[in-house]
DNA sequence: ATACCTTAGTTGAAGCTTCAACTATACGTG
DNA sequence: CACGTATAGTTGAAGCTTCAACTAAGGTAT
């Protein structure tokens, strides 16, 4: 990184087209997942990184982690899947001042029913147009940013 | 668009990466400016769009478009940015439906001060670590899904 | 063992966004 | 010109996120 705080030309450019992408694509995604199943995005994604865990469970900390959340807005988002049966606190045998989230049979079942109109959103919104040379810069483009953004927050 | 539905495995870590980043950059830049400027993300974008157009005003339909956001959202805003002197709103001479949001001065030096503590957020956590094609990519790439993000939304 | 620091999680309040309902004005068509 | 419709914007309520304050438990050094 040199001196100069600003951006160059390219950077602008760039920039514009980032911001114009996650300004929309999660209002987007929402209004699909909102009409087609009653949930908001991030509800899903909670549950869809649920049943992908060893039993369908996982300790808070790592979950909010692993959604890129703090763990307040998981608790509230939590409290509301529970509130509608699709997932359980439980205490962590391990760790008493830990609460592992265990996603129901109902919970379970909500995700396969949702997953593939959320998946063509995100197909049809995502990587129409993309070949897969943009797939993978896009993958490592993101990856990198992804990391910078991991370390600004422990650092 | 081939008739599957679910995402192969390039796409499947292109996704997640990009996901990582629509979920937590968002939050970076908010802390930085926040802290910084006590603005949020989007009160800046705003006054920033405002501080580059002609006469530093714009009608709140396109100022909506350009910032990627709701009529409705943008209205709340205004009145906030409003309410601490930093914008106005006036009638549109060409259009009695339309009201044009103009920046004041105050709105301006607000713009102009917290610039550069956002600039080199943008910097230090977009593009400290990508090179030029990296720069190039990310902007063909974005620049896609963006327009893609356009069509479904009055298509 | 005690004292101190850190980590996990919860909670209520405040603030922002979304949604739906509403007003007002412009535009198009017969 | 009148009618229906589309567009610009506002507003209040409901819902979600953030923030700060708090409880509780683990770790560590003395």
Same mark, same amino acid.
């Given at each position: 990184? !040199?001196?100069? %705080?600003?951006?160059?030309?390219?950077?602008?450019?760039?920039? /514009?087209?980032?911001?114009?992408? @996650?300004? /929309?694509?999660?209002?987007?995604?929402?209004?699909?997942?909102?009409?087609?199943?009653?949930?908001?995005? @991030?509800?899903?994604?909670?549950?869809?990184?649920?049943?992908?865990?060893?039993?369908?469970?996982?300790?808070?900390?790592?979950?909010? !982690?692993?959604?890129?959340?703090?763990?307040?807005?998981?608790?509230?988002?939590?409290?509301?899947?529970?509130?509608?049966?699709?997932?359980?606190?439980?205490?962590?045998?391990?760790?008493?001042?830990?609460?592992?989230?265990?996603?129901? !049979?109902?919970?379970?079942?909500?995700?396969?029913?949702?997953? %593939?109109?959320?998946?063509?959103?995100?197909?049809?919104?995502? @990587?129409?147009?993309?070949?897969?040379?943009?797939?993978?810069?896009?993958? /490592?483009?993101?990856?990198?940013?992804?990391?910078?953004?991991?370390?600004?927050?422990?650092?």
């Amino acid at each position: 990184m !040199d001196a100069n %705080p600003w951006l160059d030309e390219a950077e602008q450019r760039a920039w /514009r087209e980032l911001a114009a992408v @996650f300004l /929309r694509l999660p209002g987007a995604l929402e209004t699909q997942l909102q009409r087609d199943a009653g949930l908001s995005h @991030f509800e899903y994604w909670v549950m869809a990184l649920l049943s992908e865990a060893d039993g369908r469970a996982r300790r808070l900390r790592d979950l909010a !982690d692993q959604a890129n959340c703090s763990l307040s807005r998981l608790s509230h988002v939590v409290t509301r899947l529970e509130r509608r049966g699709w997932v359980q606190r439980h205490p962590d045998p391990d760790d008493a001042r830990s609460t592992r989230a265990v996603l129901t !049979d109902a919970g379970y079942g909500k995700v396969v029913e949702s997953a %593939p109109g959320h998946v063509a959103a995100v197909r049809a919104l995502v @990587f129409a147009d993309l070949d897969e040379r943009d797939v993978a810069a896009l993958e /490592r483009v993101c990856g990198i940013i992804a990391a910078r953004l991991d370390r600004s927050s422990d650092g």
